[in-house]
């Protein structure tokens, strides 16, 4: 574990604890899934589930499965970012979500295909399920 001011980083993850007592989960999963050089610390998210403090996942917790919504890190809160994303509508997520308008506008999503929420014309983080 090396200490960073506040945060603490474990190993060589990119799993950090701020001196708020929040755990924030922010392995970038298409980076991890393309780079071979990426080191993945299975221990140092156990870690971090041993915790009594506030977990928060950024996008698709690090171990997700994508058949039953479980993960090896299991956040309190997901911070998804953009679009909802169809995985973590499975029963086996239980942590609150939230979504987050990080500035793609309709029309990109439009041409990608990607379901725009609506609601961001009113807020740029909502929760989920919108109401």
């Not at 393309?34 to 998210?45: H, M, Q």
Request: proline share 5%; net charge neutral.
């Amino acid at each position: 574990m090396l200490d960073i001011g506040a945060k603490r980083l474990i190993s060589s993850t990119v799993i950090l604890t701020g001196s708020g007592g929040q755990w924030i989960n922010a392995i970038p999963g298409i980076s991890v899934h393309f780079n071979p050089n990426l080191t993945f610390r299975a221990s140092a998210v156990e870690e971090a589930n041993q915790f009594s403090c506030t977990k928060i996942s950024l996008d698709i917790p690090t171990g997700f499965d994508r058949k039953t919504g479980s993960s090896l890190f299991m956040p309190d809160i997901i911070l998804t970012l953009a679009a909802m994303k169809t995985e973590l509508l499975l029963s086996g997520v239980t942590a609150k979500i939230y979504l987050a308008d990080i500035g793609i506008s309709k029309n990109i999503s439009n041409e990608f295909g990607i379901k725009y929420p609506e609601d961001f014309s009113k807020s740029n983080l909502l929760t989920y399920p919108t109401t």
